[in-house]
């Protein structure tokens, strides 16, 4: 994985095991779980886009909170997964990153196991 300047926000949802795999692979990341639990989608949101973040999460309502009341961002990754062990989220990242490592920032990717999509 090249872009190591990517900076990733792990979101409380998407979990610490996440964060720590990526912080193992040489990325800058901030985890939600680990230092500030409990902080709301809101707060997030406006945190990674203030500090360039890119976001991870599981949860839908940051495609609300982009789409629908229009958030400035840095990047979203939706893990929209059928299962939500933290070794399938890991696996799912590792091939994105693999594919998609440039053209991350800066866009709302929806990740499942089998797709990869980039929302318009």
Not at 22 to 30: H, K, R
Not at 67 to 79: K, L, S, W
Request: charged share 30%; with cysteine.
């Amino acid at each position: 994985m090249e872009n190591k300047a990517i900076k990733f926000l792990v979101d409380e949802c998407s979990g610490p095991g996440v964060a720590q795999w990526l912080f193992q692979e040489g990325f800058e990341v901030y985890s939600v779980f680990d230092e500030n639990a409990g902080i709301s989608d809101l707060e997030i949101i406006k945190k990674a886009q203030k500090e360039n973040w890119v976001i991870i999460t599981n949860d839908k309502d940051f495609g609300d909170l982009i789409f629908r009341d229009a958030h400035p961002h840095c990047g979203v990754i939706f893990m929209r997964l059928q299962n939500e062990r933290s070794t399938n989220k890991i696996k799912c990242l590792k091939r994105l990153l693999a594919q998609f490592s440039n053209q991350i920032e800066n866009r709302f990717i929806v990740v499942t196991e089998t797709n990869v999509r980039f929302a318009k």
